[in-house]
């Protein structure tokens, strides 16, 4: 089966400007996953999306960060403005059914610098 | 509240030798834990999981062990190779729902 897509892998930005990142995940995974990973620490949940609702977007910074699941398949995470603090890989994960028995698949992450 | 800690934070062994990783938590009630790879530039990937009746798995030179009694869980490399340097995060998944915890992550760098 194909893995999940992240695009781009690398973006670099200067401090207040936008930008995007786009996940395609598994076919037939209703659950999907945005983390945060700063470089030496593991992965930190920004929201979970089931089929094309939020599940958990407790952690998400709304001022800044928003994020879309439209049709239940692919999702885009949006940063406006972005600050030096939101350096880091910005990882897509899905998993089949959202269970806690169901494991979570990765993408290769788009790695973000800001400037 | 929910936490996993890992040591050591970063290790380095030369080709061929065994190493331990390990792994606390203080996730309760616990349903399960699963060791992830995470080679450089690429997302993690599962290597094994645990559920709290398993002591011991093997995935060919991975080996996880468990006590749930104390809420610790190692991670054994036999024979390691160059391809084995990554990171090797713990997730520890609460009962409810998806409740994934996930650990800092220790640096594994193996030498020829």
């Known amino acids: 089966e194909a893995g999940v897509a992240q695009s781009p892998r690398y973006k670099i930005i200067e401090k207040r400007q936008s930008v995007a990142f786009w996940c395609n995940p598994i076919?037939?995974?209703?659950?999907l996953y945005w983390y945060q990973q700063i470089l030496g620490q593991g992965p930190k949940l920004l929201i979970q999306?089931?089929?094309?609702?939020?599940?958990?977007d407790s952690q998400l910074p709304k001022d800044r960060f928003s994020a879309e699941r439209l049709k239940g398949v692919d999702s885009t995470l949006k940063i406006q403005p972005a600050k030096l603090e939101d350096s880091a890989v910005y990882l897509c994960?899905?998993?089949?059914?959202?269970?806690?028995?169901?494991?979570?698949?990765f993408g290769n992450g788009t790695r973000l610098t800001v400037t | 509240k929910n936490q996993v800690e890992q040591s050591p934070q970063s290790l380095i062994i030369l080709e061929g030798k065994n190493c331990t990783l390990q792994?606390?938590?203080?996730?309760?009630?616990?349903?399960?834990l699963r060791w992830y790879k995470q080679d450089t530039g690429r997302g993690p990937v599962s290597l094994t999981i645990?559920?709290?009746?398993?002591n011991t798995k093997s995935n060919g030179r991975y080996t996880a062990t468990l006590d749930a009694d104390t809420k610790q869980s190692s991670l054994h490399i036999t024979a390691s190779q160059l391809s084995d340097s990554a990171s090797y995060i713990c997730?520890?998944?609460?009962?409810?729902?998806?409740?994934?915890?996930f650990g800092p992550g220790t640096r594994l760098s193996v030498l020829p």
């Open positions: 997730v520890v998944t609460g009962n409810y729902g998806q409740n994934f915890v």
């Open positions: 994960a899905s998993s089949l059914t959202g269970g806690f028995d169901s494991p979570l698949h």
């Open positions: 999306f089931q089929n094309n609702g939020v599940v958990d």
């Open positions: 076919s037939g995974h209703a659950t």
């Open positions: 645990m559920t709290f009746s398993e």
């Open positions: 792994c606390n938590y203080t996730v309760s009630p616990f349903s399960n």
